[in-house]
Every structure is written in C-alpha cells, then in structure tokens.
C-alpha cells in the first residue's frame, strides 16, 4: 500500500475525492425498546432494510468518489502489534473490561476489527457476568454508520471527536488510531480529550455533526447538548495556536429538544457557494437562539459579537448563500415532520450535488424549484442517469428506516479529502 491520501477539507462541498463511511452492521439490530434510548435511537431498526438502504448512500459514493469502510481500515492498523496493544489497552480501560484484554489480544485483525465494532458477547464465567442483564463485555457500537461525529477533518488535521455520550466513545479512539496509524493516510490528528487534564477538559465536546468547514478561513459550529462552548473553545484556540492572518469562526446555538436538533447539521447544510439547506424556523426565525461571530487575528481573539443569523453572517464573510427551507415554504408541520427526519441533513460531493433521503418529498421538491435536478441514485449507481456537469442536482437515497437511526447523508460520511473550491 504505498499510495498516500493526505487529509484536506477545506469546504463543505468541494468535488469529493475522500470519505470514510461503516456499512452497519448486527450492532444496529443490538437493542430492544427499552435500551434504543439508551443506544442513542428513537426507534428500532431492521438491519435487512436499513442495510439494502445504505448500499444506495454508498453506491454513490463509491462512484463519485475514494470511498473507504472503517472496519477495513482498522482491520488493517490492527495487524501492527504495538497499534493493535496501545487501543485495545484504551478502550479496555476506559470501558472497565481490562479482564478480557488478554483474549482480545489474540484475535485475528479482521475478526477483532468487527468484535469492536459489533460487540464483544460476554462470557458467563463467574457469578457476576452470569446474573448480568448485559450481553456484552464490550457494547455494539450502534452509531458508527453516523461516520461524521467522531472525527471530522479540517483544512491537513483531523479533529477527533469527543462524545457526549460514553456510548459513542470507541469510535473516537478508533478513527484516532486509523488516522495516526494507517499507511494510506497522512493527517494531523488533534483531542480534544487529554486524560491528564481531566478536570479543566471535562466538559469540552465536540461532534462532527457541529462541525461545518465553509470556507478554509471560515468554520460555522453547532452548540447544544453535543458540542459545548468548552469543546468550541478548544478549537479557538487551536486556530490561535496557528497564528494565522485571520479565522472566523461562526457558532449557532441549538435547543436541546427535540432530539432531532442534536448537531447543527440536521438543520443546517451547505449545498454549494450559493446555497444552503435550512429548517427555517431555527435559523431564520425570530428566536433566542444566539448567533455569534468570533474573530481571530495572528492568535488573539479580537472581536466577538452577535449576528442576526447564519446565512446573514455569512454574507457579511463574503459567502452569500440562498436558503432553501427544509419541508418547503407551505406548512409548519411539513418543515416539522422532514427535519426530524433528518430533511435538512445534505452531504455534498461536489459544488451544487448533494445527497439526501427521498422520504423528504416536500424538501426535494423545493430544492427541484431552485434548480436542482432531482437524481435516483440507483439511476446514477446504473449508469441510467449522470449527473448535470457544473448543473445543480440533489441524489436521493432511500432512507425509511436508516432515518429512524437519527441522522441523514451528512451524518452517515467523514470526507477526509475535497478539491478546492473555486470561489
Ligand atoms: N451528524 C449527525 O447528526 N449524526 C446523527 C447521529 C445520530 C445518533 N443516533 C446519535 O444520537 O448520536
């Protein structure tokens, strides 16, 4: 393997040229109605479906772009000794199972990729483990079709995401060990976790699903109940620490409730220099949600001030971006039912091309108003359909049970590599 892919993002829509998806797997089907919640679910899903769904997300990808399975790439940092003995002794830590440390040691490198990712099954061995109500040593990680949280890439570095949820926390550790260790891979990773501060970076979050590149000197971040201004904080001054020209920084408050807000990028997306995706009553109507400017000059913050909203800020930074309103303009209700499921989550790969679920129907017809031809990706997967060159298009993909995971085709990617954008 001596072809290097090195990391840069530097916008949200950039041709895509790198991304890291997870097929999911008998994790997502590792949960009853009573422990969904506790998975980080609103609802169950059928993995036979759910499965069908996603080789229609990645079937475009694969076609658009390098598109990479996180089980693969781990399998094959696991088979360097050292590597596989530095993140087995993490998570073993981490998640109180040194006990079976010894055991997963041996296991062979595709095997013990998938364990980590689908679970490690107890061994009722003792009194303990046999009276436990739990089935696993080491959980199933149910979110890891959800690529973007835990890591998210900016500009030549990997920000490794630090979970709000312990339930997510493995894979954090697992994409830092990808991106400091695989051999196709050239990054700079930064975490925001250090577990020798404990105290001063307890409260420091950050999931990729708040965390939008709009422009290499311009980064627009979600805070709400997955990203804390602690973990925003860190990467202020990790900007600082560059002592750069200048940086903005935008960040959006986000409510708490429902659970459909959890990252901005459920109500907020880039589609292309001139366009973003947004549920209209949070970004752009009036409510006490704070919008807020942060500005950084060779490493000093020297202005903070409030904005009106996102899309004006914006504007203000020279990128001028229509909104298009999640649900379409007609009816409240309508803009309600396709953000929740997940109608404002777009993933583009390339200026002007996003990808998002059919279910949305009101959603997609209003992109179709505003120029965007609307794709079938198993058209484009076929060869029935290409995409319009340097045209608008929205790829839709089916989502009726991928969406009851809670997240869309942002969510369900980490592009680690976009072209630059000519602005
Ligand atoms: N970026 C996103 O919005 N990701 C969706 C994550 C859904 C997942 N069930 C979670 O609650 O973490």
Known sequence: MSEKLNVNVAS???????????????EVEEMTPETAKRALYSDIL?????????QQMKGVLSKASRCFEVKDLLSDVLTNDIVRQTLLQEICTAEGALDILPALLEIQSDELARQLIQGVPIKRDNLTRYLSQERFSLAPLHNFLFTRDA????????VIGKMANKVRDREAMIMETIFKNHPMLEAKTINPFQPNELMTGKNR????GDFQVAREDVLVIGTGIRTSTEGIDFILDAIKAKKEKVHHVLIQELPDMPESFIHLDMVFTFLDRDACMVYEPLILGTNRYHTIHIQIENGEVTSISEEKNLPKALKKLGIDLKPIQCGGTKDIWTQEREQWHSGANFLAIAPGQVIGYE????????????GFEVIKAEDYISGKATLPKDGKCVITIAGSELARGGGGARCMSMPF??????W
């Open 359 to 370: 279910r949305n129907v009101n959603t997609v017809e209003e992109l179709n108003k505003n």
């Open 46 to 54: 059928n993995l036979a479906v759910a499965g069908k769904e996603y």
């Open 205 to 208: 979050m950050i999931e990729g």
């Open 417 to 422: 590599r976009r072209k630059k954008v000519e």
């Open 151 to 158: 890591s998210m890439a900016f500009r030549d570095e990997v």
């Open 12 to 26: 949200e829509f950039g041709e895509l040229e790198g991304v890291i998806v997870h097929t999911p797997g008998l």
